[in-house]
């Protein structure tokens, strides 16, 4: 680390090596791992926002490539439901997660970096980026590569295995960055015969739902949470 505890150039170089990333321009790969909150005190600086641009657009042409290629069994709307499981930023996250890039993103002060680097939504968001950057850098087919190579196990798994419960699949997502579980606080609408459920966590509301039983609430809810951490 650097004196002022950002990743340094060495370090981004270790990282790129170790996930066999192979690149010419090492500035793209800078800006591609450099959070708005740093380059606003640092004047010189790019951030990642335009390389995420780019790269959200090429992860939805990657995958869609990729899953026509190797799911050839696969009917059009099977392909629609496994594409929109391995693009959504909690397949993102994942990814992010298991190259730990969170120890190359240069961000602002101390107070900054501690919520820029527990945001999933930046992590994910640094993983598209990245994949703009190799795109940019080495081309299309390396780009290919490293789409085929990060998320071929997602894949598989989403392919094989049957739609979670949103309860479930909420509180597995949680279990990612906190031991905090998810609580649910529902209440009955007795005019209308129904209860209204809200999704609590860290003491912070992520989603609302209504259904005609407590727990088709509670689903609803998690559902509703879901849909928001995926966007």
């Given at each position: 680390m650097?004196?002022?505890?950002?990743?340094?150039?060495?370090?981004?170089?270790?990282?790129?090596?170790?996930?066999?990333i192979?690149?010419?321009?090492?500035?793209?790969f800078?800006?591609?791992?450099?959070?708005?909150?740093?380059?606003?005190?640092?004047?010189?600086?790019?951030?990642?926002?335009?390389?995420?641009?780019?790269?959200?657009?090429?992860?939805g042409?990657?995958?869609?490539?990729?899953?026509?290629?190797?799911?050839?069994?696969?009917?059009?709307?099977?392909?629609?439901?496994?594409?929109?499981?391995?693009?959504?930023?909690?397949?993102?996250?994942?990814?992010?997660?298991?190259?730990?890039?969170?120890?190359?993103?240069?961000?602002?002060?101390?107070?900054?970096?501690?919520?820029?680097?527990?945001?999933s939504?930046?992590?994910?968001?640094?993983?598209?980026?990245?994949?703009?950057?190799i795109?940019?850098?080495?081309?299309?087919?390396?780009?290919?590569?490293?789409?085929?190579?990060h998320?071929?196990?997602?894949?598989?798994?989403?392919?094989?295995?049957?739609?979670?419960?949103?309860?479930?699949?909420?509180?597995?997502?949680?279990?990612?960055?906190?031991?905090?579980?998810?609580?649910?606080?529902?209440?009955?609408i007795?005019?209308?015969?129904?209860?209204?459920?809200?999704?609590?966590?860290?003491?912070?509301?992520?989603?609302?739902?209504?259904?005609?039983?407590?727990k088709?609430a509670?689903?609803?809810?998690a559902?509703?949470a879901l849909?928001?951490?995926?966007?």
């Amino acid at each position: 680390m650097e004196k002022d505890n950002q990743p340094s150039i060495e370090e981004l170089k270790a990282f790129l090596q170790k996930n066999n990333i192979e690149y010419k321009n090492i500035d793209l790969f800078i800006e591609a791992t450099t959070h708005k909150t740093y380059s606003k005190v640092n004047k010189n600086s790019k951030d990642y926002e335009r390389l995420e641009f780019l790269g959200d657009s090429l992860v939805g042409f990657l995958i869609s490539d990729y899953c026509v290629r190797e799911f050839s069994s696969l009917e059009p709307g099977e392909l629609s439901r496994l594409r929109s499981k391995l693009v959504d930023k909690l397949a993102l996250f994942k990814i992010a997660q298991k190259l730990k890039v969170e120890q190359i993103i240069k961000t602002g002060p101390k107070k900054a970096r501690n919520e820029v680097l527990s945001s999933s939504n930046v992590l994910s968001d640094v993983v598209e980026a990245l994949i703009a950057a190799i795109y940019l850098d080495q081309g299309m087919q390396s780009a290919k590569d490293f789409i085929k190579s990060h998320f071929y196990e997602i894949a598989n798994k989403a392919q094989n295995k049957p739609n979670k419960d949103p309860k479930s699949e909420l509180q597995e997502y949680f279990q990612t960055i906190s031991a905090e579980t998810v609580k649910y606080e529902t209440i009955e609408i007795p005019n209308k015969r129904s209860f209204e459920s809200k999704a609590w966590h860290l003491n912070k509301i992520y989603g609302t739902g209504v259904g005609l039983s407590k727990k088709d609430a509670e689903k609803n809810a998690a559902a509703n949470a879901l849909s928001k951490l995926k966007t």
